[in-house]
């Protein structure tokens, strides 16, 4: 059997090699996403609202000036990412600890007594740090805010030592990545997905169009032995298009893996092993070399989308959650952007069993729909 399957994926790697246009998806999906969410996240914003609070404990006239000044900074924003809504300590302090609020800012009383009487008035700042690139442009505001408070001081080198107000920030949350760089890690991991899914599926059809399947179909190796080897062919063919797009990816982006390699490379393993198969089947029955890449691409696609590629599926309700989480794609997403960003080994076993589960259950699959291919000709 070993000797079989040495065969097929000699074969089959020979094929890949004098057609390289199996490449063609997985260099231009990733790049045509990456550039849509950059405009889209840069220019647009999503059409999104992240509220702070606003929290006055002092009922001075400088504690009114100064909230005043937040709620400004904040409203007058070209984007619709910000929000202010004033709060009770109490309520604003809870809303905050389950992370529905992004933070929450602090006049406390005092402010205007403080003020008055020479002092520092002090502003508390306590941001969620859940989403990096939103958590910036908060922070960036309220600190405006503060300076213009202040009037005079000048940025970026500026004196505040005769200050009447300073900032006291504080994070809850460990620091996540920005949206540009989580859309970089799933933008390399599409890339991969791409090619693993559309390269089988032309290869396949491609097999039938030439009736060169029918030959391979009636050799003397099992129909087992024949899918285990075109899948173990098709693992250099998706790692061969990330030797492009991951230095492509990674220096124009400046987006690092800072999480483990070798559970990042089984990430891989165990996506490609759930997604060749897969792609075996769109090619024996689609049986058309464009078709088929265009049915692997929208798969592609629609998984991406569908399995959180760009908006969390903990959004979605729980019923759709269900149907979500029984695309394998959604577990290679989530292992991948977990991995990618932390050191973490926690959850993944689940997810890593399931992808290896659809890979034995879709390869049992393929083999059966082989032997009927055998009987019907």
């Known amino acids: 059997m070993l000797r079989e399957i040495a065969a097929i994926v000699k074969k089959d790697l020979k094929q890949a090699k004098r057609d390289p246009r199996f490449l063609a998806p997985s260099l231009i999906i990733p790049f045509v996403f990456i550039l849509v969410y950059s405009i889209m996240w840069s220019s647009v914003g999503g059409g999104e609202s992240f509220t702070c609070g606003l929290v006055v404990q002092d009922v001075s006239p400088q504690a009114n000036d100064m909230a005043g000044i937040i709620e400004n900074m904040v409203s007058t924003t070209n984007h619709t990412w910000f929000k202010i809504e004033r709060y009770d300590l109490e309520t604003a302090s809870d809303l905050y600890q389950s992370t529905q609020l992004i933070g929450y800012i602090l006049i406390p009383e005092g402010f205007g007594a403080n003020i008055s009487s020479g002092q520092k008035g002090m502003v508390v700042l ?6 990096d690139d939103v958590v910036k442009n908060y922070v960036h505001r309220i600190e405006a805010a503060v300076l213009l408070y202040n009037q005079g001081a000048i940025s970026p080198e ?17 620091v996540t990545p920005s949206n540009i760089a989580y859309m970089g890690a799933a933008g390399i991991l599409l890339s991969f997905m791409s090619c693993a899914l559309a390269s089988q599926a032309m290869l396949t059809a491609t ?12 050799s003397p190796a099992s129909r087992f032995a024949i899918v285990i080897g075109r899948t173990i062919a098709a693992i250099p063919r998706s790692f061969l298009a ?9 220096l124009s982006l400046d987006v690092y893996p800072t999480g483990n390699l070798l559970v990042l490379f089984v990430v891989l393993l165990l996506t490609v092993l759930a997604l060749v198969p897969l792609g075996e089947l769109i090619g024996m029955k689609v049986r058309n070399r464009e078709q088929s ?3 692997s691409v929208l798969l592609t696609v629609v998984g991406f989308l569908a399995g959180g590629g760009l908006a969390p599926i903990g959004l979605a309700p729980y019923s759709i959650r269900i149907i979500l989480l ?20 926690l959850g993944l076993w689940l997810s890593g069993l399931y992808l290896l589960g659809t890979w034995l259950v879709l390869t049992i699959v393929v083999s059966r729909l082989m032997r009927r291919e055998v009987e019907r000709s």
């Open 126 to 131: 306590f941001i969620n740090n859940a989403n």
């Open 158 to 174: 500026f004196d505040q030592s005769g200050a009447r107000v300073a900032l006291d920030e504080t994070l809850f949350l460990p």
């Open 207 to 218: 097999e039938f169009e030439t009736g060169a399947i029918h030959d391979l179909l009636s």
């Open 242 to 250: 990330m030797l492009i797009t991951v230095p492509v990816i990674t």
């Open 293 to 295: 890449l265009l049915a």
């Open 326 to 345: 029984s695309i394998p794609t959604t577990h290679s997403i989530g292992l991948w952007t977990r991995v990618f960003f932390s050191e973490t080994l």
